[in-house]
C-alpha cells in the first residue's frame, strides 16, 4: 500500500501578478494538478489589489484543499515600497493558509532555483524548462510566475523527501513562538 497523496500549493507571491503551483504527491512520485496566475493589473488601488489576492488565494484553498503551503520567502530589494507591499502580499496569503490549519513553509528564491536547476542563479526560464523535463510535460504555463510558483512546491517537495529544517508554522500560535520579534 502506498502513501497517502499530499497536496502542495506553492506561491509566487506579487502585487501585480502571483503565481500559483499545485502539486499532488503520491507514492512519492508528484503530479501537476494545475497551476496559474492571479493578475491585478487592473486595480490601480493597492488595497484593492490586496482584496483581490485575498479572495482569489482563498479560492484556490477551498477548492484545492491543499495539505501544506510553500511560499518564495522575501528577497530583499533596493525599492523598500515595493518590498513592503510585496510583504503584506505574503501576509495574506500566509494568514488564509494558518487560519485553516495548513502549516506554511518558506524558501528563499536561490533555494527553490537551486533545488530546481541545481544552480542558486538560474534564470526563471530555465527553472521552466527543467520542470517541463522533470514532469515530462510538452507544455507548461508560459507566464513565468506560474512556473516559480511550482518550481516552490516541487521544492517543499524534495525537501520533504531530504529535511534539513526549513521554516515553517503550525498556526498563528507557532509563527508568534518563531518569531517573537516580528509580532507586536
Known sequence: MGKIAKRILGIDPGTIVMGYGLIEVENDKPRIVQTGVVKTKGYNDHYLRLKHIFTRTRHLIED?????????????GKDIQAMLKLGRAQGIIMGLALEKDIPVFEYAPLRVKQAITGMGRASKEQVAYFLKNMFKENELPKELDA????????????????????????????FIKKNPGRVK
Open 147 to 174: 512556473t516559480d510558483a511550482l518550481a516552490v512546491a516541487v521544492c517543499h517537495y524534495l525537501q520533504l523527501k531530504n529535511p534539513v529544517a526549513g521554516k515553517s508554522y503550525k498556526g498563528w500560535g507557532d
Open 64 to 76: 484545492y484543499l491543499p495539505d501544506e503551503l510553500a511560499i518564495e520567502s522575501p528577497f530583499y
